[in-house]
């Protein structure tokens, strides 16, 4: 070990002595939790050893499934609906708008949903669908489409539809960013030979933008899905996982075990569940990110 | 070459169409937002809902701030992010530079990255259930402190691949020549590499603050008072009120939204990198 050490270069030593501290620290924070989550949800609440009981009562509830099929819905609404949007209009700027100011104009009018607290988002999105005051029934009254009050965050669908509406809102511009900024990467050339070739804009889509999206696609699943599987501040705002557990996806199901119910064993079960899904899920895409890893 | 009919009428005719509609759906709600955070009390309760407020007033706002005293909440958020800011850029750059600058193996530095990014994916409400018994049992509940260790956490993987970002572009020479000079690794890091890696470090700053600015989650469970609360958690218990005050909601709508707004005009190079931990560069 002393040996090893010894036969360092300085700079290695230096670095091995900043990296040690710092990442043990790092290590230390991340392990506790993980360790005391385990623990938590192997017993009771005073501490006595119990084995597995927490995890059966926690999959023998149906209302974790209940959580896991909301979940599931939202994610398989919001993120085709992102992707597909974002890629239109990333496809359509790119095609049509030529001047660099408006260009300019439209990155910035699109990074700004992506600053903006969820919180302060959920509050809009009250002021929308909300009974009474909500300004999508006045809307629909004025121009005389519907005149009767809907009650959007009343109806099971309709919640959940609100609740991802939310969602579509605030993360399509990311999409739209992301492939927008891969379509730069396109060269002229290879567009320009297909258009003198007399290919059509769909073509010049499917033959070559695809080829340089493709890595983009990943990515934009890979960060969107780590997101949308932790949704819960502007669906807490919004319906607070109603009506009746229509929007309670699985954040806010755990939220109500650990914090409602005060049942930290199977809060405790959950969670180790939940990470362990969760690492399985990382591990698959993981590994077909295109990140610069050198 | 005569260019198809498409191209010179129709296309620019549906780009207008779909620019114009995507500014109705996001400019409308920001100005729903903020024309409902200009009514009076006595506006709200009019039978008709009116789509332009008729006597405009900011009382909404002094109620939030000073007669709810929610700026103690303003200032809870202010300390928490910049200190979220301060700790993370500072344990970032512990780990990223000995990986950029210093000679350590490959692996190591593929090892580390992969495990910032694997962090990323982490749940939050996984990690809360046994981060709140550790805050309860250490006697940090309700204090600040408690939500700077967890924010500057679950921002090092953002930190580190920004950061990582950053220095590799700038060239190990400059540095190497300072060393040369006679200057000590502290020296160079201080009044070479720091300097020139000032924008991106910043923007990374500006992107963490912003990100905690917004965290929500964490602050509702780990804090009760205004001792420690922060905005988001105040913006909250005007919205699950039982008669909900709307202009009052509203303006701490807006209050919310502010200042990360303002941020990000600073910012707005690199949020689309930071969001992608790198991939993406905006030139």
């Known amino acids: 070990m002393i040996r090893a050490w010894r036969r360092l270069s300085r700079d290695e030593r230096l670095a091995y002595l900043i990296l040690l501290p710092a990442l043990g620290a790092v290590f230390v924070v991340v392990t506790i939790p993980f360790v005391l989550v385990i623990i938590q949800s192997l017993s009771t609440e005073d501490g006595t050893f119990v084995g597995s009981v927490n995890y059966s009562r926690a999959l023998g509830n149906p209302l974790l499934y209940e959580a896991i099929r ?23 700027v790119h095609r049509t708008v030529r001047r660099p100011g408006l260009r300019a104009s439209i990155y910035v009018l699109a990074i700004l949903p992506l600053v903006v607290p969820p919180v302060a988002i959920g509050v809009v999105a009250r002021l929308i669908y909300a009974p009474g005051y909500g300004v999508l029934n006045v809307i629909l009254d004025r121009i005389g489409i519907a005149h009767q009050e809907i009650n959007w965050l009343g109806d099971p669908t309709l919640a959940m539809l609100a609740v991802a509406s939310v969602d579509v809102w605030q993360w399509t511009p990311f999409v739209y960013l992301v492939l927008f900024s891969g379509l730069q990467t396109v060269p002229r050339e290879s567009v320009e030979a297909a258009q003198i070739d007399g290919a ?41 996982g109603g009506p009746g557990t229509a929007t309670q996806l699985l954040s806010l199901y755990m939220y109500r075990v650990e914090f409602k119910f005060f049942d930290t064993g199977q809060a405790a079960a959950l969670a180790v569940v939940v990470l362990v899904s969760f690492s399985l899920l990382y591990t698959l895409i993981a590994r077909v990110l295109p990140l610069e890893r050198a | 070459m005569r260019r198809p009919l498409t191209a010179v009428v129709l296309r620019p005719a549906l780009a207008t169409l779909a620019l114009g509609s995507a500014g109705v759906l996001y400019g409308f709600p920001l100005y729903w937002l903020f024309v409902t955070s200009l009514k009076s009390k006595a506006e709200l309760f009019a039978t008709t809902v009116h789509l332009v407020p008729h006597n405009p007033t900011f009382a909404a706002y002094s109620s939030v701030l000073f007669e709810r005293g929610f700026w ?95 220095l590799t572009e700038i060239p190990l020479e400059l540095e190497d020549a300072a060393l040369v000079d006679g200057a000590t690794r502290w020296v160079a890091f201080w009044r070479v590499l720091l300097p020139l890696a000032a924008p991106g470090v910043m923007a990374a700053g500006i992107i963490i603050f912003t990100f905690a600015w917004s965290e929500f989650l964490f602050a509702l469970i780990l804090t009760a008072t205004p001792n420690a609360q922060t905005f988001p958690v105040g913006v909250q218990g005007l919205v699950t009120q039982f008669e909900i005050i709307w202009n009052d909601m509203a303006a701490s709508g807006v209050i919310a939204m502010a200042l990360p707004l303002i941020l990000m005009v600073i910012g707005r190079k690199y949020i689309v990198a930071g969001l992608t931990f790198g991939v993406i560069r905006e030139k």
């Open chain 2, 72 to 166: 103690v909440l303003l200032k809870n958020s202010v300390i928490v992010c910049f200190s979220t800011v301060v700790v993370t850029l500072v344990v970032g750059m512990l780990i990223t530079y000995p990986i950029t600058r210093l000679p350590v193996p490959a692996r190591l530095r593929v090892g580390i990255l992969n495990w910032a990014l694997s962090l990323r994916f982490l749940p939050p409400i996984a990690v809360v259930i046994p981060y709140f018994a550790i805050v309860r049992t250490v006697q940090i509940y309700d204090q600040p402190i408690a939500l700077i260790g967890i924010y500057s956490l679950f921002n090092l993987p953002f930190a580190i691949w920004m950061l990582k970002g950053f």
């Open chain 1, 70 to 92: 909301a979940t599931g819905v939202y994610t398989l609404i919001v993120l085709p609906i992102e992707i597909l949007l974002g890629l239109g209009f990333a496809l359509l």
């Open chain 1, 200 to 240: 059509s804009g769909w073509a010049q889509f499917r033959y070559i933008d695809l080829h340089y999206l493709r890595p983009l696609f990943v990515l934009i699943i890979f960060f969107r899905l780590a997101d949308v599987l932790r949704v819960f501040d502007h669906v807490f705002i919004l319906t607070g």
